[in-house]
């Protein structure tokens, strides 16, 4: 089945899992509500659109970096008198000395992921023209956190999750002689009868309500992927093995 290449790297990435207006965190990869949400966003839909058919798309991720979380800790009405403070659900405002809000937002930092998305031609043609000239400019969870490089790879791939296995690793190659295996994330089951690692509760539905889904994490070992570098050495490593393939 042919599909598409994705890659989602920069300085701040946000997949927020279920949370309060207090604390907001984050997932370690990216989730199936951010994917479609990065999606309809390109495709210029609104928040309340049907994403029926971006529903039918199935993911593979492979953590190329995965970064490390960071909190960044907000202050809301801080120092400003009681009238400009933000108010409360019926309209009022909170007592002298209570106006100001805390919160806790996590981000990811340094994290990259290159994701092979499958599904009905259809959808991913259009996706593919989406990611190629946007409606909407995409961002990686949040609006502040914007992607440094390219999103869409590579479009009509024969199979896409086989091509994670010889796609340039964004990251640096280790100093010693080892190399780092590859953790990849699937929302099917990679072998007949694998029994699910974990379940995250993403799958968006009607009315922005949530329901879990499985998920199923492998650790592999790459030989074919080049540890091609960050930044301009990853991007030019990229361009080398796309030429290579289609000569």
Not at 193 to 199: M, R
Request: aromatic residues 8%; hydrophobic residues 35%; proline residues 9%.
């Amino acid at each position: 089945m042919s599909g598409l290449v994705l890659h989602l790297s920069g300085p701040l990435q946000a997949w927020g899992s279920e949370a309060d207006f207090e604390v907001r965190t984050t997932h370690r990869w990216p989730t199936r509500s951010g994917l479609t949400g990065l999606l309809a966003c390109c495709l210029g839909r609104s928040r309340d659109a049907d994403h029926t058919d971006l529903a039918e798309l199935s993911y593979t991720i492979r953590v190329d970096r995965p970064g490390q979380r960071e909190m960044d800790f907000h202050t809301i009405g801080g120092g400003y008198p009681r009238h400009l403070t933000p108010p409360t659900a019926d309209g009022k405002f909170r007592k002298l000395g209570e106006g100001t809000i805390l919160t806790q937002r996590w981000y990811l930092t340094d994290a990259a992921f290159t994701i092979a998305v499958t599904g009905p031609e259809l959808t991913l043609t259009r996706c593919a023209a989406a990611l190629a000239r946007p409606r909407f400019a995409p961002y990686l969870g949040r609006r502040s956190c914007v992607p440094d490089t390219p999103v869409l790879i590579a479009a009509h791939v024969a199979d896409p999750v086989a091509e994670l296995d010889r796609l340039p690793l964004h990251r640096i190659p280790p100093r010693a002689g080892d190399r780092e295996s590859v953790t990849f994330l699937y929302d099917t089951a990679p072998e007949p009868g694998a029994k699910q690692d974990t379940e995250i509760r993403d799958k968006p539905g009607p009315h922005r309500r949530f329901t879990g889904r499985p998920v199923w994490e492998r650790q592999r070992e790459l030989p074919e992927a080049q540890d091609a570098g960050r930044g301009t050495d990853w991007l030019t490593a990229l361009l080398d093995y796309r030429e290579a393939a289609a000569a």
